[in-house]
């Protein structure tokens, strides 16, 4: 079975442009969370989407957006980049309403280096 | 406000012996924890996970303790291999989401 999957893979992008990463999840996986990384730290929380809706938010500016499909896949959008956005790009996927405690299953992330 | 510390940046540890990697946590209305691996350009890995009503959680050669009144988990790998060789992300969350990760600590096991 496929798992997570991300792209594209690596992004070169220069300031003040814009930047939309895409996440598929696991099959069958209903909610798609996305997690910035970066050097030396371990991942940072951005969103989480359950059947399309937010259902969380972490502390970041509203240059971060995100959209999930109807498939489930989903988008994470940054405009106005800055240098400090440069970072590894996380999705995990997870299948919550089975069990009380479910678990995240991370893609391979995208590297965005920002100019 | 650094609610998931892993203090040992890195770890090393002679093939066949014990590895134990530590975490502490300050949010006491996290419920459920888990550890992940991570490989140099790879995305993190599950490895193991504890609900916050058992103290101990056992998957092959990986045990999870729990220890609430401290606020203290840790990960224990027993035989280690040389293959555990990574960076090990312990984590926190309500339910398993948003969760909140530590900095990670670095293994090597020696041949």
């Known amino acids: 079975d496929a798992g997570v999957t991300q792209s594209p893979t690596h992004l070169i992008k220069t300031r003040g442009q814009q930047v939309t990463l895409r996440c598929s999840p696991i099959s069958g996986h209903k909610s798609v969370s996305w997690y910035q990384q970066v050097l030396g730290q371990g991942p940072q929380f951005i969103f989480q989407y359950y059947e399309k809706e937010e259902r969380g938010r972490g502390n970041f500016p509203d240059r971060f957006s995100a959209r999930q499909f109807p498939n489930y896949s989903s988008e994470l959008n940054v405009n106005a980049l800055l240098l400090g956005d440069s970072a590894l790009y996380l999705c995990?996927?997870?299948?919550?309403?089975?069990?009380?405690?479910?678990?995240?299953?991370f893609g391979p992330g995208t590297r965005l280096t920002v100019l | 406000d650094q609610q998931v510390k892993q203090n040992s940046p890195s770890l090393s540890v002679q093939e066949g012996r014990i590895s134990i990697l530590n975490c502490d946590y300050t949010?006491?209305?996290?419920?459920?924890f888990l550890w992940y691996k991570k490989y140099p350009a790879e995305g993190p890995t599950f490895l193991i996970s504890?609900?916050?009503?058992?103290d101990k959680n056992e998957d092959g050669r990986f045990t999870v303790f729990l220890n609430k009144s401290a606020k203290h988990l840790s990960l224990h790998i027993v035989p280690s291999q040389p293959g555990d060789s990574a960076v090990y992300f312990c984590a926190g969350g309500l339910y398993g989401n948003k969760l909140v990760f530590g900095a990670g600590t670095i293994l090597r096991v020696k041949s």
């Open positions: 995990a996927s997870s299948s919550p309403g089975q069990e009380i405690t479910d678990t995240q299953y």
């Open positions: 504890i609900s916050s009503i058992k």
């Open positions: 949010n006491s209305m996290f419920d459920y």
